[in-house]
């Protein structure tokens, strides 16, 4: 448990036994007792700060993993390299990282964590469902949360979520070196790398656009990238979009989600 976990929890703990005096006392007053003297402001409304006890103090006085840790665990039980770790497994591991990062404070930690890079590289990973997973990951990391556009748009993420939408199979952790991030999970590798001219698969190019849309929608920045990308693959997109004019930004998801569905 870490030293600013461990006063939380007891300043927390030094608030609600006041709280809770306070309501004692406040009862026995109404009762025509004479309430207990009380260092507590005599507020008959007080109640126990519940609302600052976090899920990581929860999680301390329960013995339980933070959701850190878990997040930690799941990444490095999905990039392992043990034989004897399935893929099934693997893919239970991502989908409960999908579901700790649909908190934003949760998809934050990725980028403290380093999480972000080992999770980029994944989408160039030799199995299709592996990268499905990653892109549905890196698409619910980034909705609605700056922070997170902002680290995929610094570690090259959006040039990938473009490529992966048209259908081009993007490189792995084995042919692009590491920068930008912690090194937080060891052993990443890329099992199967894409042949010269391979395709995306359907299932993965339509995650791509999911996330792809989610990056760009209110974030100028990797809109502005994400229209340079296409039109540099000859797609016929507006050469200005506004990243916060939702028709607009549909006309151009909608036409890549058909393009994915035609493949």
């Given at each position: 448990?870490?030293?600013?976990?461990?006063?939380?929890?007891?300043?927390?703990?030094?608030?609600?036994?006041?709280?809770?005096?306070?309501?004692?006392?406040?009862?026995?007053?109404?009762?025509?007792?004479?309430?207990?003297?009380?260092?507590?402001?005599?507020?008959?409304?007080?109640?126990?700060?519940?609302?600052?006890?976090?899920?990581?103090?929860?999680?301390a006085i329960m013995?339980?993993?933070?959701?850190?840790?878990?997040?930690?665990?799941?990444?490095?039980?999905?990039?392992?390299?043990?034989?004897?770790?399935?893929?099934?497994?693997?893919?239970?591991?991502?989908?409960?990282?999908?579901?700790?990062?649909?908190?934003?404070?949760?998809?934050?930690?990725?980028?403290?964590?380093?999480?972000?890079?080992?999770?980029?590289?994944?989408?160039?990973?030799?199995?299709?469902?592996?990268?499905?997973?990653?892109?549905?990951?890196?698409?619910?990391?980034?909705?609605?949360?700056?922070?997170?556009q902002e680290r995929?748009?610094?570690?090259?993420?959006?040039?990938?979520?473009?490529?992966?939408?048209?259908?081009?199979?993007?490189?792995?952790?084995?042919?692009?070196?590491?920068?930008?991030?912690?090194?937080?999970?060891?052993?990443?590798?890329?099992?199967?790398?894409?042949?010269?001219?391979?395709?995306?698969?359907?299932?993965?190019?339509?995650?791509?656009?999911?996330?792809?849309?989610?990056?760009?929608?209110?974030?100028q920045p990797a809109?502005?990238?994400?229209?340079?990308?296409?039109?540099?693959?000859?797609?016929?997109?507006?050469?200005?979009?506004?990243?916060?004019?939702?028709?607009?930004?549909?006309?151009?998801?909608?036409?890549?989600?058909?393009?994915?569905?035609?493949?």
């Open positions: 448990m870490s030293d600013k976990n461990l006063n939380n929890l007891l300043k927390w703990s030094i608030e609600a036994q006041a709280a809770a005096k306070t309501n004692a006392a406040a009862a026995a007053g109404a009762d025509g007792q004479a309430a207990a003297p009380s260092d507590a402001p005599q507020d008959a409304t007080a109640q126990p700060h519940t609302s600052q006890l976090t899920p990581e103090m929860l999680a013995g339980g993993p933070s959701d850190a840790e878990l997040m930690q665990a799941s990444m490095q039980l999905i990039t392992s390299t043990d034989p004897e770790v399935t893929l099934d497994s693997k893919l239970t591991a991502f989908d409960n990282l999908e579901q700790l990062i649909e908190s934003i404070d949760n998809a934050n930690l990725l980028g403290k964590m380093g999480l972000w890079t080992p999770l980029l590289e994944l989408l160039g990973h030799g199995d299709p469902q592996i990268r499905l997973m990653a892109a549905w990951v890196v698409g619910t990391a980034v909705q609605n949360n700056e922070p997170s995929l748009l610094a570690l090259g993420g959006v040039e990938k979520l473009v490529a992966m939408a048209l259908g081009e199979r993007v490189p792995g952790a084995a042919t692009e070196a590491r920068s930008g991030d912690q090194e937080a999970v060891e052993g990443v590798t890329t099992t199967g790398e894409a042949a010269e001219g391979e395709q995306e698969t359907k299932e993965v190019r339509r995650k791509a656009v999911y996330a792809l849309s989610s990056a760009v929608r209110n974030y809109m502005d990238l994400a229209t340079r990308e296409l039109a540099s693959k000859g797609e016929s997109v507006a050469e200005k979009t506004d990243a916060t004019d939702m028709d607009a930004v549909d006309l151009i998801i909608t036409g890549l989600r058909e393009k994915a569905a035609a493949a």
